[in-house]
Structure formats: C-alpha cells, structure tokens
C-alpha cells in the first residue's frame, strides 16, 4: 500500500458509548416512561435538583390527539422495556438538563414519545447597589 492509499484509506466510524435505560437514575427513566406514555404531548412546571427531574413536585400534563392518527396511546416497542438503548433526543435532553442544574422547565414537548423541545426561564441575578 502506497502513503496515498493510507491517507486516502476510510476510517471506521467512532462507536459511541450505548446507554440504556437501566443506566439513568431512577428519577430519569421516570421521566422517560411518562414521555412513552405520553406519546404527543407536553409535560409543564417540571422542577429540576442538580440537573435531575424532581418528579415528587407536583407538575402538569398536556396531552395532545391528533384526530386523522390510526392509533393513540402509549408507545407499543418500548413501554415498559427496562433494557432499551436511548435514542439521541433522550441523552440530549438529560445533558440539557444538567445544564439547567436547578430551576423549572417551563414546557417539554414531546411526539412519538420522544423529547422534542424544551422551554426554560433563566433568571438574572439582581445587581447590588454600590455603596
């Protein structure tokens, strides 16, 4: 082999780390199964601890039908599985999360019974007077 072909050669893809559902705290895969059985919807007033879902604060439940879907519900592949790879919208959203730290999610919207976006306030620090 020449040095072209060697440079020139396709590197195999990087694997990434596989998460499961059984590795998220139990607060997490909570969340996750209330997304599931969901489907289309909007969980609201959601409290955040040091980057986790405090699921025992009381929080609000939007669902959402479309009325031209074939079926409603739950979603079937998944729902109740302990052992399922996390897709990518799931990880994003605990790493989004942890990014809040503490605070309240104003709105999380999900479809397919996956995160689809998130809304939060942040708020700024009061600036103190000089003296």
């Not at 059984?22 to 007033?45: P, R, T, W």
Request: with cysteine.
């Amino acid at each position: 082999m020449s040095t072209q072909d060697v440079s020139t050669a396709r590197r195999p893809p990087r694997r990434r780390a596989v998460l499961r559902l059984h590795d998220l705290s139990s607060n997490c895969a909570k969340l996750v199964h209330k997304m599931q059985q969901i489907n289309f919807g909007y969980v609201e007033d959601l409290q955040i601890r040091n980057g986790e879902p405090d699921l025992d604060k009381p929080y609000t439940v939007r669902r959402k039908v479309k009325m031209t879907a074939a079926r409603d519900g739950p979603r079937p592949k998944t729902f109740g599985s302990k052992n399922f790879v996390l897709k990518r919208k799931i990880i994003k959203l605990f790493d989004q999360l942890r990014q809040v730290g503490h605070g309240t999610i104003s709105s999380l919207e999900i479809q397919h019974g996956l995160p689809f976006a998130i809304e939060w306030n942040e708020t700024s620090p009061i600036p103190r007077n000089p003296r």
